[in-house]
Structure formats: structure tokens, C-alpha cells
């Protein structure tokens, strides 16, 4: 019932920067934060960054001070833009949402994964 396309990962040089995005559809009532997380291999899923309704931000530490995370509610879009990219930053992105669906139960739902790849 609900669906998340993710794009715009790819393989970039270190310093370098990527802009990923998330779009959420389906039969969605409300949508009570975004998040990005990533897996790389032989390791656990994490969080990367999440922004909530009101656009209060969370970020790994990791990744404070170069990952931006942000959100159109009227496109209900979550971007990451990445800056700074380091060869730790490879992994497979997940896009996040979670809310309530028109009939009031609550979703949670992952969308299919986009790789992240830094490298000389």
C-alpha cells in the first residue's frame, strides 16, 4: 500500500558528493518521518539521518557536518545530499518512512536500496 523509489546513488570519488532521493505513494494519511539508513557489507544496517514532521533532524555522528537531510512534504520526498563522500561512506541506502495509512493504521515501510559507492 505504500511505496518508496529511491535514486540517485552511484559511484563517485572520494570529496565527492551524491544526491539521494525518496519518493513516497500509496494510501497515506500522514507521514510522520523520513529516514535514510545504510548497510555495507559484512555489517549491520544503520541510521544515517531522519527528519521528522516538523523538521526536527537527526544524523549519525559519522556523518554530521556532511550529509544534509531534508524533506517536501507537498511531494512527500526525502532527499540526502552527501558532500565530502569517504571510501567508509560505501554501502547500499535505504529509504525510511513511516505514518499512518488513510484507514488510520500505522506503516512502515523500506524502500529497495540504492548503492553508494566511493572510490578512486
Known amino acids: 500500500q505504500v511505496q518508496l523509489v529511491e535514486s540517485g546513488g552511484g559511484l563517485v570519488q572520494p570529496g565527492g558528493s551524491l544526491r539521494l532521493s525518496c519518493a513516497v505513494s500509496g494510501s497515506i494519511f500522514s507521514i510522520r518521518a523520513m529516514g535514510w539508513y545504510r548497510q555495507a557489507p559484512g555489517k549491520q544496517r544503520e541510521l544515517v539521518a531522519v527528519i521528522i514532521g516538523g523538521g526536527t533532524t537527526n544524523y549519525a555522528d559519522s556523518v554530521k557536518g556532511r550529509f544534509t537531510i531534508s524533506r517536501d512534504n507537498a511531494k512527500n520526498t526525502v532527499y540526502l545530499q552527501m558532500n565530502s563522500l569517504k571510501p567508509e561512506d560505501t554501502a547500499v541506502y535505504y529509504c525510511?518512512?513511516?505514518?499512518?495509512?488513510?484507514?488510520?493504521?500505522?506503516?512502515?515501510?523500506w524502500g529497495q536500496g540504492t548503492q553508494v559507492t566511493v572510490s578512486s
Open positions: 525510511n518512512a513511516n505514518g499512518l495509512l488513510r484507514d488510520r493504521r500505522d506503516f512502515v515501510s
